[in-house]
T-cell receptor, first 110, second 115 residues
Framework: GQQLNQSPQSMFIQEGEDVSMNCTSS?????WLWYKQDPGEGPVLLIA?????ELTSNGRLTAQFGITRKDSFLNISASIPSDVGIYFC??????????FGQGTRLTINP | GAGVSQSPRYKVAKRGQDVALRCDPI?????LFWYQQALGQGPEFLTY????????KSGLPSDRFFAERPEGSVSTLKIQRTQQEDSAVYLC?????????????FGEGSWLTVV
């Protein structure tokens, strides 16, 4: 099925470093969402973006909805151990279903 | 309950066995979704309900997969004659209206292993 291209697939960083990940699509999306999934859990919504060009922050997280409506990025500043997990981007293209990226696995070295 | 509840959390099925996975959405949520997540992949859409009506089942991989929500609340995903490729986490999600802009809340998933 249709998927978003998410990169990088994995990241290994030191605690305190900033993190950046992004998603691109060949299709236009009306809504971009960023989720975090911990082992054995379902995805939890971090940030939702509804307008092209929109830049939204949630604590140490910042995400932007690309102006072309075909891309989005998520930044995490000053990473802490509880940031470890898998981050997914997801898009709403007008249908009810979400299309997900393949995920970015974040590992933090203490 | 406070969140989306799924059962069983873990299911091991022998190949050829039928399984049924249950989802209790957040009370009052009109829309309910089922997703399939293979190991190391993002979730993939299976089907969508608005109340009791199944409005989109385009993601169901074969006619062995069947979902229902007869009274517009609890939903069951049934997989007949399970195959090894059905091994995955099955995620249920709900939202208040299903419109874009409404937060979609996911359950913890039902982990299915077919042996």
């Amino acid at each position: 099925g249709q998927q978003l291209n998410q990169s990088p697939q994995s990241m290994f960083i030191q605690e305190g470093e900033d993190v950046s990940m992004n998603c691109t699509s060949s299709s236009i999306f009306n809504t971009w969402l960023w989720y975090k999934q911990d082992p054995g859990e379902g995805p939890v919504l971090l940030i939702a973006l509804y307008k092209a060009g929109e830049l939204t922050s949630n604590g140490r997280l910042t995400a932007q909805f690309g102006i072309t409506r075909k891309d989005s990025f998520l930044n995490i500043s000053a990473s802490i151990p509880s940031d470890v997990g898998i981050y997914f981007c997801a898009g709403h293209g007008g249908a009810q279903k979400l299309v997900f990226g393949q995920g970015t696995r974040l590992t933090i070295n203490p | 309950g406070a969140g989306v509840s799924q059962s069983p959390r873990y299911k091991v099925a022998k190949r050829g066995q039928d399984v049924a996975l249950r989802c209790d959405p957040i009370s009052g949520h009109v829309s309910l979704f089922w997703y399939q997540q293979a190991l190391g992949q993002g979730p993939e859409f299976l089907t969508y309900f608005q109340n009791e009506a199944q409005l989109d089942k385009s993601g169901l991989p074969s006619d062995r997969f069947f979902a229902e929500r007869p009274e517009g609340s609890v939903s069951t995903l049934k997989i007949q004659r399970t195959q090894q490729e059905d091994s995955a986490v099955y995620l249920c999600a709900s939202s208040r209206t299903g419109l874009e802009g409404n937060t979609i809340y996911f359950g913890e998933g039902s982990w299915l292993t077919v042996v």
